[in-house]
């Protein structure tokens, strides 16, 4: 969980947790937290990670849709493709 900041076609999510579990190519979505956006919302894409920032670790976010629009966001791992 964290938020994001930024403008054009990426932004810097700061993170909550001191220790995030989150990885590039992790997709980023709206949060259950928001009041005006459904949750799960694709927000955009993890493209590196920098976890000695302070005072919180940030990633910077490749945006899938236009950050006007964003309220809350959170961070779900990259989903394992599994073959049968």
Known sequence: MGFLRGSADHA?????????????GDVVATSPYSQIFPAGLPVGR???????????????????????YLEWVAVYPKQKILKQ
């Open 12 to 24: 810097v999510m700061q993170f909550f947790d001191k220790v995030p579990d989150v990885r590039r």
């Open 46 to 68: 993890v493209e590196s990670v920098n976890l000695t920032k302070s005072p919180a670790p940030e990633a910077v976010i490749s945006l899938s849709a236009p950050i006007s």
